[in-house]
């Protein structure tokens, strides 16, 4: 089982630029997630999903953008990237009790 | 969500025992009392959870107080491999979210 895969690693972005960062679980878990954490913080929730076509708003969801077409995908758009995107995201994936995080991409925003 | 308190950091000597304390002192009975941690670089990963019974796995040793407002993190032996942040976090799973609330956790040094 490869778990909860990211795409990319790292990523610089120029201000206003758009991107996705991508999400994939091989689990078949119905609940997914996104967080971010910057520099000496904790994560924090941007968006979560309980299953495929339902998504829904977390602590910190100003400036991206989420969908689930499938169980195993759950992509995190960024649509004009500012500086204060800059920051490190994970992705999640819950089982019974656990939650299984990505490796997370690092995004850098100038 | 209930919170949390946990030292900012601690430090060990490699091979010997360390237990990480945290307090929580609001936890609500549905709560159930999750340990994670992250290594430098590297998304969180699950190390051990509880409800009311000390519980032990491959990784660490949970103990759990008696009237659950506090719990302590065992690990048995430190590696190097064991520097990391480590969160304690309050959970039931109940709420629709499902999410983990993630504090600034301890950072856990260990000394060669």
């Known amino acids: 089982n490869a778990g909860v895969t990211q795409t990319p690693k790292f990523r610089i972005l120029k201000i206003g630029q758009s991107m996705t960062l991508q999400c994939t679980q091989d689990m078949n878990h119905n609940y997914m997630y996104w967080y971010r954490q910057d520099p000496g913080m904790g994560l924090k929730l941007i968006y979560y999903?309980?299953?495929?076509?339902?998504?829904d708003k977390g602590e910190v969801p100003n400036g991206y953008n989420v969908s689930r077409s499938t169980t195993e995908d759950f992509p995190l758009r960024l649509e004009l990237a500012a500086p204060s995107q800059t920051s490190v995201y994970f992705c999640a994936s819950r089982g019974q009790e656990t939650q299984y995080f990505g490796p997370g991409t690092r995004l850098l925003v100038l | 969500d209930a919170k949390t308190t946990q030292p900012n950091s601690m430090e060990s000597n490699e091979e010997e025992p360390v237990h990480l304390p945290c307090n929580h002192s609001t936890i609500s009975g549905t709560d159930y009392i999750h340990w994670y941690r992250q290594l430098p670089s590297q998304g969180p990963e699950y190390v051990i959870h509880?409800?009311?019974s000390n519980v032990n796995n491959r990784m660490a040793s949970l103990a759990i107080a008696e009237d659950r407002k506090s719990s302590t993190l065992i690990l048995h032996r430190a590696t190097l491999r064991d520097a990391a942040v480590y969160y304690c976090?309050?959970?039931?799973?109940?709420?629709?979210?499902?999410?983990?609330?993630f504090g600034k956790g301890t950072k856990l040094s260990v000394k060669p």
């Open positions: 509880g409800l009311t």
């Open positions: 999903s309980v299953g495929a076509g339902i998504t």
């Open positions: 976090i309050l959970s039931d799973y109940g709420g629709s979210q499902g999410n983990l609330i």
